[in-house]
């Protein structure tokens, strides 16, 4: 069942997180989704999720993307998310699968650079352009044999060599909330989180 994994990791009554019971709104290609949450939970990470077939795939982004096409990012897969959760900024809150403190890092569209996106996903390499706020231009999803003991295929986010490619880091140029101008503590005391670790994840 689409976004099973999801709804059972969470208790709704107490995290503030949707629970993709919206209906899925059909959408022409060229408006896909792409949302980049910066997630300082028990460790700092970026999800990056890409719109499909009703839902946010999503992968977590330990580092965070790099625009420098040199740099590859491990970039994990983790469950769906349902097409509302572009939108959560927030607390999580202690206790709850995935406590800590949210921000929507980027967001904007993005738009396949292949014919068929579920064949690539198969295949394990998935080529688009991303139009967002902070990521623009081509980059790519490589799917790998994994790293350390996990048995589970790893994947890797590496931005292809075009006019937005850059040697900067981009997650310490721009670290605040491209919906609320804020920085991980400031949403974590405005909305009764942990200051201090969030704040751990501030530049």
Same mark, same amino acid.
């Given at each position: @069942?689409?976004?099973?994994?999801?709804?059972?990791?969470?208790? %709704?009554?107490?995290?503030?997180?949707?629970?993709?019971?919206?209906?899925?709104?059909?959408?022409?290609?060229?408006?896909?989704?792409?949302?980049?949450?910066?997630?300082?939970?028990?460790?700092?990470?970026?999800? %990056?999720?890409?719109?499909?077939?009703? /839902? @946010?795939? =999503?992968?977590?982004?330990?580092?965070?993307? #790099?625009?420098?096409?040199? $740099?590859?990012?491990?970039?994990?897969? $983790?469950?769906?998310?349902? +097409?509302?959760?572009? &939108?959560?900024?927030? /607390?999580?809150? *202690?206790?709850?699968?995935?406590?800590?403190?949210? @921000? /929507?890092? &980027?967001?904007? !569209?993005?738009?396949?650079? /292949?014919?068929?996106?579920?064949?690539? @996903?198969?295949?394990?390499?998935?080529? %688009? !352009?991303?139009?967002?706020?902070? +990521?623009?231009?081509?980059?790519?999803? $490589?799917?790998?044999?994994?790293?350390?003991? =996990? *048995?589970? *295929? =790893?994947?890797?986010?590496?931005?292809?060599?075009?006019?937005?490619?850059?040697?900067?880091?981009?997650?310490?140029?721009?670290?605040?909330?491209?919906? #609320?101008?804020?920085?991980?503590?400031?949403?974590?005391?405005?909305?009764?989180? &942990?200051?201090?670790?969030?704040?751990?994840?501030?530049?």
């Amino acid at each position: @069942m689409v976004l099973e994994d999801y709804r059972r990791k969470r208790r %709704f009554h107490v995290t503030g997180e949707p629970a993709g019971d919206a209906p899925v709104r059909r959408r022409p290609i060229k408006a896909l989704a792409y949302v980049i949450q910066k997630h300082r939970a028990s460790h700092l990470h970026y999800d %990056f999720r890409l719109e499909w077939n009703g /839902v @946010m795939l =999503s992968w977590a982004v330990p580092k965070g993307p #790099s625009l420098d096409p040199s $740099v590859k990012r491990l970039a994990t897969p $983790v469950e769906d998310h349902p +097409l509302e959760y572009a &939108d959560f900024e927030g /607390v999580i809150p *202690p206790g709850e699968y995935g406590a800590g403190t949210v @921000m /929507v890092w &980027d967001k904007g !569209t993005w738009v396949p650079e /292949v014919p068929d996106v579920d064949d690539a @996903m198969r295949k394990g390499e998935l080529k %688009f !352009t991303l139009r967002g706020k902070k +990521l623009r231009g081509s980059w790519v999803l $490589v799917r790998t044999r994994g790293f350390g003991r =996990s *048995p589970r *295929p =790893s994947w890797l986010l590496v931005k292809h060599r075009d006019r937005y490619a850059a040697s900067a880091d981009i997650t310490v140029e721009a670290p605040r909330s491209v919906l #609320s101008n804020r920085l991980l503590a400031d949403i974590a005391r405005e909305e009764g989180g &942990d200051v201090a670790l969030a704040a751990s994840g501030d530049p």
